[in-house]
């Protein structure tokens, strides 16, 4: 396969903590240092949280600007996205830095059950995050939990109500959500194919099913995500040492099967994202 595939980095996320993995980027100085290495490892898009100083999630718009303030300088070109998801805040504040014009921003279009809580996407803040991309010019990046979603996230962009080019993440193996199921994700493929066939997709696996579902990715043809906040490990036996080196282990997959893993530039063209900044 001679298509580009996108590397995303998610960083940080909302749950990992230093008592999990002593490389977790907490600070905001961190996590630049981490994305900016990520991104010599051949990452384009970092996807983006934010912490208090004690590691508490927070959607804080001031800490959102200094870290994409951060990656732009260190990291030139790269696609910044940040995350909208609901661990971090409560109802519109979960969009509050999105008149920041990140590059992308996570999207969830639907609800469901996490292992101790529900992860609420009700219908009216749906709406809201999706014309708040919209009047800033935000690009989404559906999260989809369920088959549910990536169906609803096409119906949306039929109506659009979406800014800019359909691209959906299948994410895999989080309990009582979409499992790492290698017949479920080729299914969700198809689907893809037929249904929005002008979209692109990837897809990211949590915990040990990260290199699974990274490897199924790119074989088939997609983008894929790895990082820190879906996974601590490099191995079972062993902690991720950085962001960088799980960014790596994604560009040797790219390597196995031949696909060119995506500049920033060339990121930047496949999602039609405007210029970098």
């Keep these: 396969m001679t298509k580009p595939c996108i ?40 996807h983006c949280h934010v912490r208090l100083e004690d590691g508490t999630p927070t959607s804080d718009p001031e800490r959102f600007q200094r870290l994409g303030e951060g990656i732009r300088k260190h990291c030139p070109g790269m696609i910044i996205q940040f995350s909208t998801g609901g661990r971090s805040g409560a109802g519109q504040a979960r969009g509050g830095m999105l008149p920041l014009r990140p590059d992308m921003a996570s999207l969830s279009v639907g609800s469901n059950n996490f292992p101790t809580r529900v992860y609420e996407n009700p219908p009216d803040l749906v709406d809201w995050l999706a014309s708040e991309m919209q009047t800033h010019e935000v690009v989404p990046e559906i ?30 193996g989080v309990k009582n959500a979409m499992p790492a199921d290698k017949d479920v994700f080729e299914f969700y493929v198809q689907l893809m194919q037929a249904r929005a066939p002008e979209a692109e997709w990837c897809a990211a696996g949590i915990g040990a099913n990260q290199i699974r579902v990274n490897e199924w990715a790119i074989a088939a043809g997609g983008h ?54």
């Design 7 to 46: 590397i995303c980095v998610a960083i940080t996320g909302s749950v990992p903590q230093k008592a999990d993995n002593p490389a977790v980027p907490i600070t905001i100085e961190e996590q630049v240092e981490s994305t900016h290495a990520a991104f010599d490892a051949g990452a384009s898009i970092a």
């Design 143 to 172: 999260e989809a939990f369920d088959l549910s979603h990536i169906l609803h996230s096409m119906r949306l962009h039929e109506e659009g109500r979406l800014y800019g080019k359909l691209y959906v993440q299948f994410v895999m």
């Design 224 to 277: 894929t995500r790895t990082g820190l906040e879906d996974n601590v490990r490099l191995s079972k036996d062993a902690l991720a040492p950085s962001n960088a080196a799980l960014v790596t282990r994604a560009v040797e997959i790219c390597q196995k099967y031949e696909r060119p893993v995506a500049s920033a530039a060339q990121a930047r063209d496949i999602l039609g994202l405007r210029a970098a900044l």
